[in-house]
């Protein structure tokens, strides 16, 4: 069976198609399905330098942060790293109110 190559670029995929093809490719759902049925509000932020920016600290930080407080908020596959970001700041503001 022969496979069809797609010539598209990536911004001309609908959202909704390239979730398919990411599930597809990695092997993970969209967070916005995950997270125990919680919704996700679609802020996602990616990799250790997009939680170093969520949370303004450093790569170190980030990465305790990562594996620690907001763990639920974080699917990895491999390297590939994606946290919901609006459900990793409640998970931060809980932790720190202890």
């Known amino acids: 069976m022969s496979k069809v190559l797609d010539t598209r670029l990536v911004g001309e995929i609908p959202i909704e198609e390239f979730w398919v093809l990411y599930e597809q490719r990695y092997g993970v759902t969209p967070i916005s399905t995950q997270n125990n049925g919680r919704p996700s509000h679609g802020r996602l932020v990616f990799g250790l330098d997009g939680i170093r920016e ?12 990562k594996d620690h407080v907001i763990k639920e908020a974080v699917k990895q596959n491999g390297r590939k790293i994606v946290v919901d970001a609006d459900y990793a700041l409640e998970l931060f503001n809980e932790w720190r109110a202890k």
């Open 54 to 65: 969520l949370f303004h600290c450093s790569h170190k930080q980030a990465q305790f942060y």
